[in-house]
């Protein structure tokens, strides 16, 4: 894939790395954001079917990324609504459990310990221990699933230091023992392939600021069939099956739409995010997931060797992604004054616990990852 700067508007004097925080927004999102805003200057254009259409679409896009089915699709403000939707409908028997990573992103966490709490269970926080490296971890979640495990929650590319866990092998050892795999797949899906079927994951749920390039404030989740009879934690009338009828609608309707259909937030026909959520998710179909991961990978690689020979700490290779990293740096770096240089150099990046985290995408060159190498060398003593 050739660079893809100047379908965005970044300021062409920043090196922006920092696509794991907000995404730069693409110009056709920008330009389906506005004309949607322009919709609603003329009402008497907007039809029954505009409520459902745009949703319609995106979660046809949004499965299509994943391999799901589109009415296993669900439109959600945020990660912490969607875990909610999923969490709410995983029963607890005496004695089960919910496993989490340690540092999982709040959302994620709140969510399991809230679980716990209702239902009095344990939660099980996996790899506090200091120094453990990526596949001892992988090794420690894979240990503690068993027949007393009701979830495990857990993020597809952890947030701050860039693990990307192995669902694959964990969905089949949950699927063995009948305990449910809730992904956080805000940090990776969108830039690195993922497939509900093919790892056997329960519910992903994304926002989509990030890695999905769409606006903030909009999130998309997937919820197996195995939750199409759960409670809704609202109750909203765009969810009937009566719904488009809007003459009818006090001719109340029991059913929920297909599928996923009642997880919905209310209100899902957001005429300006849902456009340029449109217009994101095609774009990133049109590149493709894997070629996204491989335009990273062909910029980081310089990164890594670099990392290798100062000893700067970064996830083993197996456990990596090329699109978000944690950089954990040798004591020889001086950190405040790294920081420092990364400002004065307009070199964007996000500090997350004691690592740097870099996270590239095809706006990006390797002058920008140049840019890293150099500050860190400059800052070493
Ligand atoms: C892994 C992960 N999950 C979720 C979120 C956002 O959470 P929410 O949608 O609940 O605001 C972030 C934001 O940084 C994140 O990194």
């Not at 609504?81 to 607890?92: D, H, I, K, Q, S």
Request: proline fraction near 3%; hydrophobic fraction near 40%.
């Amino acid at each position: 894939m050739q660079n893809q700067k100047s379908l965005f508007q970044l300021d062409p004097d920043v090196h922006y790395l920092n696509c794991a925080y907000l995404s730069p927004q693409l110009k056709s999102v920008e330009q389906a954001g506005m004309e949607g805003m322009k919709r609603k200057n003329n009402p008497m254009y907007i039809k029954a079917h505009h409520f459902f259409d745009d949703a319609a679409e995106v979660k046809q896009l949004f499965g299509q990324m994943i391999n799901a089915k589109a009415q296993q699709v669900a439109i959600i403000p945020s990660t912490s609504y969607g875990f909610a939707n999923a969490l709410n409908n995983v029963p607890c028997k005496k004695g089960q459990h919910i496993i989490c990573v340690s540092e999982e992103f709040p959302s994620g966490y709140f969510a399991a310990h809230q679980w716990a709490k209702t239902h009095d269970a344990e939660l099980i926080t996996i790899g506090t221990e200091a120094n453990i490296t990526a596949s001892e971890w992988h090794e420690k979640i894979m240990d503690k699933i068993n027949d007393q495990t009701a979830a495990v929650l857990i993020s597809s590319v952890h947030w701050s230091n860039g693990i990307r866990f192995k669902l694959k092998t964990i969905g089949a050892k949950c699927k063995m023992l009948g305990a449910k795999l809730i992904v956080d797949g805000t940090q990776s899906v969108g830039a690195y392939p993922i497939n509900v079927v093919e790892e056997n994951i329960d519910v992903v749920v994304c926002a989509a600021y990030k890695w999905l390039m769409g606006p903030y404030a909009t999130g998309l989740a997937y919820y197996d069939e195995s939750f199409n009879e759960g409670k809704p934690i609202e109750e909203s009338w765009m969810n009937r099956t009566n719904a488009m009828n809007f003459s009818q609608l006090a001719n109340y309707d029991h059913h929920y739409t297909e599928g996923a259909g009642r997880y919905n937030v209310g209100q899902n026909a957001n005429m300006i995010q849902l456009p340029m959520m449109k217009a994101a998710l095609s774009q990133i179909l049109a590149w493709e997931v894997s070629e996204i991961q491989y335009y990273c990978e062909s910029l980081m690689h310089q990164l890594f060797d670099f990392c290798n020979d100062i000893g700067a700490e970064v996830v083993e290779e197996d456990f990596r992604s090329n699109h978000l990293v944690g950089i954990a740096l040798p004591e020889s770096v001086d950190f405040d004054e790294l920081t420092h240089c990364f400002q004065t150099r307009n070199i964007i990046s996000s500090v997350r616990g004691s690592r740097i985290r870099i996270s590239p995408h095809v706006y990006n060159t390797q002058n920008d990852i140049e840019a890293v190498i150099d500050a860190i060398s400059i800052c070493s003593k």
